[in-house]
Nanobody
Framework: QVQLVESGGGLVQAGGSLRLSCAASGTIFRFNAMGWYRQAPGKQRELVASITSGGYTNYPDSVKGRFTISRDNAKNMVYLQMNSLKPEDTAVYYC????????????WGQGTQVTVSS
């Protein structure tokens, strides 16, 4: 069983930056992909960044150019650098791990709150 623990959330003004971290209890190199999701009140959870074991990254248009995902397999860490934050980025951010390509995400963290004030 893998446990994922997020940290780094908080309150920031619009235009500011935050760096989220995800610490995994086990090795992450064996996962096909690691990702960051977010869920705002009253909205569905959405994927905001993913990175495969080969380093391929993917972002939706809403965060492309502002968010950067990275992974450190040696430290079993995944990061999400968020720049030029907007009030609409306010949400709970979750770290997730996927074992099989194009399949469901298998492991989830407990989430960390990000609040962007205008």
């Amino acid at each position: 069983q893998v446990q994922l623990v997020e940290s780094g959330g908080g309150l920031v003004q619009a235009g500011g930056s935050l760096r989220l971290s995800c610490a995994a209890s086990g090795t992450i190199f064996r996962f096909n992909a690691m990702g960051w999701y977010r869920q705002a009140p009253g909205k569905q959870r959405e994927l905001v960044a993913s990175i495969t074991s080969g380093g391929y990254t993917n972002y939706p248009d809403s965060v492309k150019g502002r968010f950067t995902i990275s992974r450190d397999n040696a430290k079993n860490m995944v990061y999400l650098q968020m720049n030029s934050l907007k009030p609409e980025d306010t949400a709970v951010y979750y770290c997730a791990a996927q074992r099989v390509p194009l399949a469901r995400w298998d492991y989830w963290g407990q989430g960390t709150q990000v609040t962007v004030s205008s």
